[in-house]
């Protein structure tokens, strides 16, 4: 049993390899980005970067997606077939929802993110991160999340709406936070 457990650490440190390839040309030595990388451990200015959803970041997204499967790069994730191409946009809108939740974590807005244990290569490689039911995950607000009152008076049935209903605001004040810290700090 044992070379089971090996051999997927293998391939998940393989699929790292290939998988962050444009994250460390974009972001050099900031952080060593391997296997075991969750969204808790990257610096608040990297975190920002993909959250703030622009084309490069977009692009950075893509590029670990279909790096990490051996399907190609970032350029070619748009040109897949549909049936593909909806599969792996469920992988796409998790993982930039599971940036965005890390960034409201950090604000303490919310509890710990989906997932958020396991390695952003472990998300990637996992089947279930391209099931369209994996994007109904959500951490539960705190007290200090806007719509916080709203949740507990709808009992949670509205959760996912009315935390993500918020991210706008959170990624400001996110972006003032990183704005106002000495750039060795994040």
Same mark, same amino acid.
């Given at each position: ?6 051999? @997927? ?12 390839? @444009?994250? &460390? ?70 993982? *930039? ?14 509890? @710990?993110?989906? &997932? ?12 279930? *991160? ?19 009152? @709203? ?12 935390? &993500?209903?918020? *991210? ?6 996110? &972006? ?11």
């Amino acid at each position: 049993m044992a070379n089971v457990v090996y051999l @997927e650490s293998h391939k998940r440190r393989i699929a790292a390899r290939r998988g962050f390839m @444009e994250w &460390r040309r974009i972001f050099g030595s900031v952080i060593d980005l391997d296997e075991k990388t969750r969204w808790a451990d990257l610096p608040d200015r990297m975190l920002l970067f993909f959250c703030e959803q622009t084309r490069e970041s977009r692009q950075t997204f893509y590029d670990l997606i279909m790096k990490a499967h051996h399907l190609g790069n970032g350029v070619d994730f748009e040109v897949q077939a549909y049936d593909r191409l909806t599969v792996l946009m469920n992988a796409y809108f998790f993982m *930039t929802d599971q940036a965005r939740f890390e960034c409201m974590r950090r604000l303490g807005w919310v509890e @710990e993110i989906p &997932r958020g244990e396991e390695s952003i290569i472990e998300v990637v490689m996992d089947p279930a *991160t391209y099931e369209y039911k994996s994007l109904l995950q959500v951490p539960a607000p705190t007290s200090s999340h806007p719509a916080y009152e @709203e949740n507990r008076k709808s009992r949670g049935i509205d959760q996912a709406a009315l935390v &993500r209903k918020h *991210t706008s605001e959170a990624l400001d004040l996110f &972006r003032k936070k990183v704005r106002m810290k000495p750039r060795a700090e994040n």
